[in-house]
């Protein structure tokens, strides 16, 4: 790897850890955590679908971890566990009004970070960045 990919690898674990650590740092005053806020995003977006396999799957995290952190977010009102119709094994995840009320106290902080964090990009400089974001997952997709 050369100089010019190893700064832009660097670069880029740079600006993903400081945008998490920032979000968290927005979010807790509101009590709750980025974590949380994608789990329940999450959740909520798969309308009682959601498995706490297909979680940890998309999040790379362990089951074990996944299970930790879907018991605290029972534990806290903010999901419900009901057995899957098809497989006893099982249970889907589905979001409470206490969940909802969760994630939508935490949109507003998410989107004025976004829009602070992108301002200093303009319309075209969004674009090429993510078209280059695009291309670059792309290349992960491939064998």
Same mark, same amino acid.
Request: charged letters at 30%.
């Given at each position: ?28 005053g509101?009590?709750a955590?980025?974590?949380?806020v994608? $789990?329940?995003?999450?959740? *909520? #977006?798969?309308?009682?679908? @959601?498995? !706490?396999?297909? &979680?940890?799957?998309? /999040? ?32 889907? $995840?589905?979001?409470?009004? *206490? #969940?909802?009320?969760a994630? @939508?106290? !935490?949109?507003? &902080?998410?989107?004025? /970070? ?18 280059m ?7 992960l997709?491939?064998?």
């Amino acid at each position: 790897m050369n100089q010019a990919d190893e700064n832009l690898l660097r670069h880029l674990s740079v600006l993903y850890q400081r945008m998490r650590r920032h979000m968290d740092q927005l979010l807790a005053g509101q009590g709750a955590s980025l974590a949380r806020v994608k $789990l329940l995003m999450y959740i *909520a #977006g798969e309308c009682g679908a @959601a498995r !706490a396999a297909d &979680i940890a799957d998309l /999040f790379g995290q362990a089951p074990r971890t996944v299970t930790e952190a879907l018991d605290a977010l029972e534990r806290d009102g903010m999901i419900q566990r009901t057995p899957d119709p098809d497989d006893r094994r099982v249970k889907r $995840l589905a979001i409470t009004e *206490a #969940g909802a009320a969760a994630v @939508a106290a !935490a949109e507003p &902080i998410r989107r004025k /970070f976004v829009e602070d964090f992108f301002r200093v990009l303009d319309d075209e400089e969004r674009a090429q960045f993510d078209g280059m974001l695009v291309k670059l997952i792309g290349a992960l997709d491939q064998p």
